[in-house]
């Protein structure tokens, strides 16, 4: 998606989730908005059942909102549970996702696991391969390529799983976690990487993070509670 200069990678506009009704109705997140610029990475904080997972879900287009809007790219994706584009089909080519656990497939290499995510969207096997390669070199494990997963650390793991979410040059990309099962040298490497892809590919990027370390890496920090934003 070619979006122009200065629209901002994702948007959310007064997002509300409500789970249940009547005497069961729990509200999962309060008049939520947030503008991300490309190029911007914002770590979300907040203790458990703030309200994080499900803003993050919300805007990777997995758990839509009751009512509010989305917009990716400029595009509007949501507006209120409506989705406006083929959900699936757009997760795939303009979201990337990072999780607390790398979620490589075990039987592929970590070549395979970055092709993968080009060929379902219908790249060339020999393109496929060729962009993972770059996407493994840009990301400094090119001659890890051939290993499986099992032969990689955590952190060359996560690092296969940024490539794998970067594939497809999408102007989000989502992370939850993802440092909390590295000490605190890889971790670091890794929300270090977060700013280097941002900055070089235009991407947005936001990470839900209990991991206090590294947020001087973050251009903001935000924090969710009681399923409402501080800090924007």
């Given at each position: 998606?070619?979006?122009?200069?200065?629209?901002?990678?994702?948007?959310?506009?007064?997002?509300?989730?409500?789970?249940?009704?009547?005497?069961?109705?729990?509200?999962?997140?309060?008049?939520?908005?947030?503008?991300?610029?490309?190029?911007?990475?914002?770590?979300?904080?907040?203790?458990?059942?703030?309200?994080?997972?499900?803003?993050?879900?919300?805007?990777?287009?997995?758990?839509?909102?009751?009512?509010?809007?989305?917009?990716?790219?400029?595009?509007?994706?949501?507006?209120?549970?409506?989705?406006?584009?083929d959900v699936r089909?757009?997760?795939?080519?303009?979201?990337?996702?990072?999780?607390?656990?790398?979620?490589?497939?075990?039987?592929?290499?970590?070549?395979?696991?970055v092709a993968v995510?080009?060929?379902?969207?219908?790249?060339?096997?020999?393109?496929?391969?060729?962009?993972?390669?770059?996407?493994?070199?840009?990301?400094?494990?090119?001659?890890r390529a051939g290993?499986?997963?099992?032969?990689?650390?955590?952190?060359?793991?996560?690092?296969?799983?940024?490539?794998?979410?970067?594939?497809?040059?999408?102007?989000?990309?989502?992370?939850?976690?993802?440092?909390?099962?590295?000490?605190?040298?890889?971790?670091?490497?890794?929300?270090?990487?977060?700013?280097?892809?941002?900055?070089?590919?235009?991407?947005?990027?936001?990470?839900?993070?209990?991991?206090?370390?590294?947020?001087?890496?973050?251009?903001?920090?935000?924090?969710?509670?009681?399923?409402?934003?501080?800090?924007?």
């Open positions: 998606m070619n979006a122009a200069s200065g629209t901002p990678a994702m948007e959310a506009v007064a997002l509300t989730k409500i789970y249940g009704a009547g005497n069961t109705e729990v509200v999962g997140m309060k008049d939520v908005s947030l503008r991300l610029d490309r190029g911007e990475v914002v770590a979300l904080l907040g203790p458990s059942g703030a309200g994080k997972s499900t803003f993050l879900t919300a805007v990777g287009l997995i758990n839509p909102p009751t009512s509010g809007r989305i917009l990716i790219g400029g595009e509007t994706v949501m507006d209120g549970p409506q989705a406006r584009v089909a757009f997760r795939r080519r303009h979201l990337g996702f990072v999780f607390q656990k790398a979620n490589l497939i075990p039987f592929l290499t970590a070549l395979e696991n995510a080009l060929e379902i969207n219908d790249v060339a096997p020999a393109a496929a391969r060729r962009r993972a390669l770059e996407l493994l070199d840009y990301l400094g494990v090119a001659d290993n499986h997963p099992s032969a990689l650390s955590g952190g060359q793991q996560q690092r296969v799983a940024v490539a794998r979410a970067l594939a497809n040059e999408p102007n989000l990309i989502l992370a939850d976690e993802p440092t909390a099962a590295l000490d605190s040298q890889r971790g670091r490497q890794v929300m270090e990487l977060f700013r280097q892809v941002a900055r070089e590919r235009g991407a947005g990027v936001i990470v839900v993070t209990h991991d206090q370390r590294s947020l001087e890496v973050f251009d903001r920090t935000l924090e969710m509670e009681d399923g409402r934003l501080r800090g924007t």
